[in-house]
C-alpha cells in the first residue's frame, strides 16, 4: 500500500516532483531543494538506476530512491512535506527559470517553505541552534520592509477612535467648535498612533529555526533558545470570532523545563487558511518552531 501523502519526507516530495528520467535535470531539482548534499551524487545516480531496473517493484519510484537516500539526507529532506507544498512551490520556480537552476539559489528557505530571495539581507545566524532550517527578514537590500496598511489601520483604530471621543467630550465641557475640534483630535491622536506603530514595527528583524533551537533578532537584540533546555512543548489555540465567523487562531507556543518552568514563550496569530499569510507571518515561524522541536525529540541523542 503506497505510503500516504500526509507522511512524506522534503526527500521523498522532491524526487517524487523531479524528472527522474531525465537524470542531470532531476540532480539539479533535488539540489536545489537542498534535500541531498553535494557529495550525495554519485550515491544518488547509482540507486537511481537500480531502483530504475526494478521493473516488477509496485512502491514508487520516488519513494525506493528515497528510502535507499535517507542516511544521506540533509535535515531539510527529512523534515516533513504535507501535500508535497514545499517541492511544488520549488518547481514552479524551477519550471519558471526554464527548467534551469536559477541565478540565485536560496541558502535557506522561509519558514512558510518558500526560497528566500536574494534581496533579503540576514544579519550573521546566531550560534547555539544547529543547523539552519529556515529563515525569515524583514529586511530588504538594506532596507526596512514596513507593514504601511498596518500601521493605518492601527492608527485609526488605536489612535483615531479615542481621539475622537475625546474630542467630541472636549467639546461638550469646554464650549468648543464641535467638528473642528474633534476632527482635529482625532488627525491628530491617528498620527501619534500611526507614528508610533511605525515607529516599534520598523527595526530591522530575522528569525531562524536551526536543528537545535530557534532566534529572534530585533534592532540588533539577539535571543536564542535551545531545545536542550526545555523537556516538554505545551501548546494553546483559541479562536479569534468577527461577525460569527473564525478569522484567524491566536496560538501560544510555551516551552518547560523538567520542573514545569517556562524557558521560552512564543505567540502568534495563525491565518485559518496559510495562503492568506505572508512569508513574512509569525505564524510561519511558530509552526516551523514546532517541527523542529519534534524532530528534536525524537532523534536519539546522548
Request: contains cysteine; neutral net charge.
Amino acid at each position: 500500500m503506497a505510503e500516504p501523502l500526509q507522511a512524506l519526507t522534503f526527500l521523498e516530495s522532491a524526487l517524487s516532483v523531479a524528472p527522474l528520467e531525465r537524470g542531470e535535470d532531476s540532480w539539479r531539482f533535488i539540489r536545489y531543494c537542498d534535500v541531498l548534499p553535494e557529495e550525495a551524487r554519485q550515491d544518488y545516480f547509482f540507486v537511481r538506476a537500480h531502483e530504475s531496473g526494478r521493473s516488477k517493484e509496485t512502491t514508487p519510484l520516488a519513494g525506493r530512491i528515497a528510502k535507499s537516500m535517507l542516511d544521506r539526507s540533509t535535515p531539510k529532506g527529512r523534515k516533513p512535506d504535507p501535500q508535497r507544498a514545499k517541492a511544488k512551490k520549488l518547481w514552479k520556480l524551477w519550471e519558471d527559470n526554464g527548467f534551469k537552476a536559477p541565478k540565485y539559489v536560496p541558502r535557506w528557505l522561509n519558514h512558510s517553505g518558500t526560497p528566500t530571495k536574494e534581496t533579503d539581507d540576514f544579519p550573521p545566524a546566531p550560534e547555539g541552534i544547529g543547523e539552519v532550517l529556515s529563515a525569515t527578514t524583514n529586511v530588504h537590500e538594506g532596507r526596512v520592509e514596513r507593514d504601511y496598511p498596518a500601521s493605518i489601520f492601527f492608527g485609526i483604530l488605536i489612535g483615531g477612535l479615542p481621539g475622537a471621543l475625546v474630542g467630541f467630550i472636549t467639546t461638550q465641557v469646554a464650549d468648543l467648535p464641535a467638528v473642528p475640534f474633534t476632527t482635529g483630535s482625532t488627525v491628530v491622536c491617528a498620527m501619534i498612533a500611526y507614528a508610533v506603530h511605525i515607529a516599534r514595527n520598523g527595526r530591522a528583524h530575522a528569525t531562524w529555526v536551526g536543528s537545535e533551537g530557534i532566534a529572534t533578532t530585533t534592532g540588533g537584540v539577539v535571543q536564542v533558545f535551545r531545545f536542550e533546555r526545555a523537556s516538554r512543548l505545551e501548546l494553546k489555540h483559541s479562536n479569534i470570532v468577527s461577525n460569527g465567523q473564525v478569522t484567524g487562531v491566536r496560538a501560544e507556543y510555551t516551552w518547560l523545563n523538567p520542573k514545569n518552568r517556562v524557558v521560552h514563550r512564543a505567540r502568534a496569530v495563525l491565518a485559518v487558511n496559510d495562503a492568506e499569510q505572508p512569508d513574512s507571518s509569525p505564524g510561519y515561524f511558530v509552526k516551523a518552531a514546532e517541527e523542529a522541536w519534534n524532530a528534536f525529540e525524537g532523534r536519539d541523542r546522548p
